[in-house]
């Protein structure tokens, strides 16, 4: 029987991914003993664990090689797709903003900014709402330097503890919107192995409604 893949995202949101499938008894040994292998067996499960990058977690979801992944809502709202978005899983909080240098007024003055971020489509949606024209430049991790070197007049980026941001002289300008880890299905696994996943899905709401979710 083919296995049910879920697709994991390395780093940040793997330690508590994995804690949060071993409170659901879950046996996560291999994962915990991985080494450098990218899929891992659930022990005494049908299931099996594959550790990807955020944005590759949604691609493999999305084409149904996984059937399953745990994914930031930063990486959905800048990518899209189809798949079905199942439960806020509650960790891996952290807000999209808009940060700018210190002592820096990012609405004063009528000159085209300059807007660096790795969530270009983010950071377009965010302004075009405001009916702002900007220009942004995608950068592809550490964005404070692009203020910093002079690149940018401000950044969209993810802000958690908000020390990254205060140790390289800049402050947020406003909030855009709260992310937090997310349950995501493939569509047409949902239908064709519903009494495998199904019970799975259900299994993390019951544990999530036990008000669990900082596992
Ligand atoms: C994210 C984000 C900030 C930092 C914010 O980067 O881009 O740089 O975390 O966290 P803090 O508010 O707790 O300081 P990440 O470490 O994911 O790496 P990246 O820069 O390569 O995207």
């Not at 040994?29 to 499960?45: F, N, Q, W, Y």
């Not at 592809?140 to 993810?158: C, H, N, T």
């Not at 990254?164 to 919107?177: F, H």
């Amino acid at each position: 029987m083919k296995p049910i893949r879920i697709a994991l995202t390395k780093g940040r949101l793997e330690e508590k991914s994995v804690a949060l499938f071993e409170q659901l008894g879950y046996d996560c040994t291999a994962v915990r003993e991985k080494g450098r292998r990218l899929i891992l067996p659930v022990a005494g499960t049908n299931l099996e664990i594959v550790l990807a990058k955020a944005a590759d977690v949604v691609t493999y979801v999305e084409n149904g090689v996984c059937d399953i992944g745990v994914v930031g809502k930063d990486t959905i709202m800048e990518m899209g797709g189809t798949f079905y978005e199942v439960a806020d899983l509650g960790f891996g909080r952290c807000r999209f903003a808009l940060a700018v240098p210190r002592g820096v007024d990012f609405y004063e003055g009528y000159h085209t900014r300059c807007i660096a971020s790795k969530y270009v489509n983010v950071a377009r949606a965010f302004f075009e709402k405001k009916n702002m024209d900007v220009n942004i430049v995608k950068i592809e991790g550490s964005v404070e330097l692009a203020p910093i070197l002079g690149l940018s007049d401000a950044i969209v980026d993810i802000v958690e503890t908000g020390v990254t941001l205060k140790e390289n002289g800049l402050v947020v300008a406003e909030t855009i919107m709260e992310v937090s880890a997310r349950l995501i299905v493939n569509i047409a696994s949902l239908k064709l192995r519903k009494q495998e996943i199904e019970p799975f899905i259900t299994q993390i709401e019951r544990y999530l409604a036990g008000g669990k979710q900082d596992a």
